[in-house]
C-alpha cells in the first residue's frame, strides 16, 4: 500500500481498539486500483461523530449533521465520516436527514456508482460488494441500484458521471446513459455551485471531448447556466485539439466560441457564480483572443495586455488555428521581454517630477502627459532617464 494509506493505520488501530470498524472509501480506493495518483483519502467509520471526537483528543466539527469529522492526527488531518444512509430525498438535491449505521454495506450501497462504493481496510483487503472492480477493469460508470431512483435521488450524480468520463476516460454503462437522458431536466433544481464544480472538472479533464459529447447526447447542456442555446458553441468546442489547459482558459475559449462581447460574458459568467476575480481574468482573456484573431501583436497591445494575458492567449489562438507552436509562445514572450518598459510604474519620472517641473498645480494633466511619456518610452523616441525625459518635454513644449 501506499504511504497516504499505511500511514493512517496507527488511527485505524486506535478506531478498531475502541471497538469501532474504520475503512478507506470512495475516490481513493477507486484510484488507487487505477493506479492513479491519490491526493486524499476518505474514511468511513462505523461510529458516530460523538464516539469519534471521543477517540482523539484534536477533532474539527466540519458537518457532524452529515456525520463528518476532521481529524488531527501526527500533524496530519483525515476526514472521517461515519456510516450512514441517507434519508428522503425531497427535492432532488439534499437527503432531508440523514441516518448513521455501523453496517458498512448500506453505507457503500448509498453511493453514487459501483467504481465509488469499494472500501478497504488498513491491511488492503477490498469490500467491494456491488462489483466496483469489475466496474474499474471494464472502464465503465454505473449506478448502485437503479440509475434513475438514484438520479431522482440527487440528480447532481449525472453531472459527476460525465466529469469522470472526462477525468478517467470511462464510458457510462447502456442503461446509466439511459436514464440520464431521461432525468436531465432534473439537473435544474441542484444548486449552480455544485453543478460549477463539476463543470469545471469536466472542462479540464483529460477526456474533456467525449464528456463534453455525452452533455450534447444526453441534453443535460440545457440545464447547465447559459448553456441551453449554446449546443453549436459546445459543439464546436470538440473541433479543436485542446492540450492542457487552465481553468480560466477553458472558460475564455467557450465565450470566445459563444461569439459573445464583454457584458454578455459577464453576465453568462456570473450565472455560474463564479468568483468576481475569475471572471475578470476571463473576460480580459476572451477580450484579448478576440483582438488577437483580427490584429497580430504590436508592442502597444503586448504591453497592454502583460504577459499574464499574452501567453494563454497566444496559446488559445494556436488552439483555433490548429497548430501547436511552441515557437510563437517563447516568440511573444521573448518580445515581451525586450520591451522597453512592461509597466508604468518601470517609468523613471513620477507625477511629482512632473509637477516640480512645470510649477503648476497637480491636476488631469499630470495623468494625460504621463500617459505620453509611457508611450515615447515603449516606442523608443525617448530614453527612459529622467534628464532625458525632461529635454524631451521641454522640446515638446516648444514645437
Ligand atoms: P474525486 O477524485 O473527485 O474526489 P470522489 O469519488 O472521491 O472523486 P468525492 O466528491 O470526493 O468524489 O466523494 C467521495 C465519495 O462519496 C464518492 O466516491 C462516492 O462514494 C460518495 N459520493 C460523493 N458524492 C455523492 C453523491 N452525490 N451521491 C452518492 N454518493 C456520493
Ligand atoms: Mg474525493
Known amino acids: 500500500m501506499m504511504p497516504i494509506f499505511t500511514r493512517a493505520i496507527p488511527l485505524f488501530e486506535r478506531i478498531e481498539k475502541a471497538g469501532f470498524e474504520a475503512y478507506f472509501v470512495g475516490g481513493c480506493v477507486r484510484d488507487y486500483i487505477l493506479g492513479k495518483e491519490i491526493a486524499d483519502v476518505d474514511i468511513a467509520t462505523s461510529a458516530t461523530p460523538q464516539e469519534v471526537q471521543k477517540i482523539f483528543p484534536k477533532t474539527i466539527d466540519v458537518g457532524i449533521e452529515h456525520g463528518t469529522v476532521v481529524v488531527i492526527w501526527e500533524k496530519e488531518t483525515y476526514e472521517l465520516t461515519t456510516f450512514r444512509t441517507d434519508g428522503e430525498y425531497s427535492d432532488f438535491r439534499r437527503p432531508s436527514d440523514v441516518t448513521f449505521i455501523r453496517n458498512l454495506k448500506e453505507d457503500l450501497k448509498r ?6 462504493s469499494i472500501a478497504m481496510d488498513k491491511e488492503g483487503h477490498l469490500v467491494d460488494p456491488f462489483h466496483g472492480q469489475k466496474a474499474i ?44 437522458t431521461e432525468n436531465a431536466y432534473l439537473l435544474e433544481k441542484i444548486a449552480t455551485e455544485r453543478k460549477t464544480a463539476e463543470f469545471e472538472k469536466l472542462l479540464q479533464g483529460e477526456n474533456r471531448k467525449a464528456a463534453i459529447q455525452l452533455l450534447l447526447d444526453s ?122 518598459i512592461k509597466e508604468r510604474q518601470e517609468l523613471n519620472v513620477s507625477g511629482h517630477d512632473l509637477i516640480k517641473w512645470s510649477g503648476q498645480n497637480g491636476g488631469p494633466w499630470v495623468r494625460d502627459k504621463l500617459a505620453l511619456i509611457e508611450k515615447a518610452v515603449l516606442n523608443g523616441e525617448v530614453a527612459n532617464k529622467r534628464e532625458s525625459i525632461r529635454e524631451w518635454l521641454l522640446k515638446c513644449n516648444q514645437s
Not at 111 to 116: H, I, L, S, W
Not at 152 to 170: G, K, N, P, T
Open 137 to 180: 477493469e471494464q472502464r465503465v460508470i454505473e449506478t448502485v441500484g437503479s440509475a434513475s431512483e438514484r438520479f431522482h435521488e440527487d440528480a447532481l450524480r449525472m453531472m459527476r458521471a460525465v466529469r469522470f468520463v472526462s477525468q478517467l476516460s470511462f464510458s457510462i454503462e447502456p442503461v446509466t446513459f439511459l436514464a440520464l
Open 111 to 116: 453511493r453514487d456508482f459501483t467504481m465509488n
Open 219 to 340: 441534453g443535460l447542456f440545457q440545464y447547465l447556466p447559459g448553456l441551453r442555446f449554446q449546443e453549436k458553441a459546445l459543439a464546436q468546442l470538440l473541433k479543436f485539439e485542446i492540450e492542457q489547459l487552465s481553468i480560466i482558459e477553458m472558460w475564455s475559449f467557450l465565450i470566445f466560441l459563444m461569439g459573445i462581447q464583454t457584458d454578455e460574458a459577464e453576465r453568462f459568467l456570473r450565472r455560474w457564480k463564479l468568483p468576481v476575480k475569475k471572471i475578470k481574468q476571463v473576460k480580459s482573456t476572451a477580450g484579448w483572443l478576440q483582438y488577437r484573431v483580427h490584429s497580430p501583436w504590436n508592442t502597444e497591445s503586448l504591453y497592454e495586455a502583460g504577459l499574464q494575458f499574452v501567453v494563454p492567449v497566444e496559446r488559445l489562438f494556436n488552439i483555433c488555428n490548429h497548430q501547436h507552436l511552441l515557437q510563437s509562445i517563447s516568440d511573444v514572450r521573448e518580445r515581451h521581454e525586450n520591451l522597453i
